[in-house]
């Protein structure tokens, strides 16, 4: 019974890996950039998503103390590299930077959406909080529907 419980842990640990594959945003997601100093970290998925038509949430919140301005753009690009496979997009842009994307990426299957979200408040020095926060999600639920969970 351990063996089998062992294996299933295993296996969800290698799915919700592989969910970003193949995104130039998957690196956040990996285990070495998750211990880093100033990152929280949410990681949802199954029963507690059903209610909002989702299967995988995925989020990061970084402080500007934790991340050097560089690193915040080549988080920016790497979001835009992948915002351009995108189906449909939503983007605010200040001074030339990303300050704001919402992005629908071509469906993983025929039942599953995918969504990038990413904002970088420190562009706006009256943001509060100053964080940058990029998500990923996947889910059956729709463009208008995540917009207004998030709202």
Do not use: W
Request: with cysteine; aromatic share 10%.
């Amino acid at each position: 019974m351990k063996r089998i419980l062992l294996l299933s842990t295993l296996c969800l640990a290698l799915m919700s890996a592989t969910a970003q594959k193949g995104l130039n945003i998957a690196i956040y997601f990996s285990e070495p950039y998750l211990e880093m100093e100033g990152l929280s970290h949410v990681h949802i998925e199954g029963n507690d998503l059903v209610p909002y038509n989702l299967s995988l949430f995925r989020s990061l919140r970084l402080t500007p103390e934790s991340t050097p301005d560089k690193s915040r753009k080549l988080m920016e690009e790497r979001v835009m590299e992948d915002g351009k496979h995108a189906t449909k997009k939503e983007v605010v842009m200040i001074g030339g930077r990303l300050y704001y994307g919402f992005y629908v990426l071509p469906p993983k299957d025929e039942k599953t959406n995918r969504y990038i979200f990413f904002r970088n408040n420190c562009l706006k020095p009256e943001a509060k909080p100053q964080e940058i926060m990029l998500v990923y999600i996947e889910g059956k639920a729709s463009p208008s529907e995540l917009k207004k969970i998030f709202k």
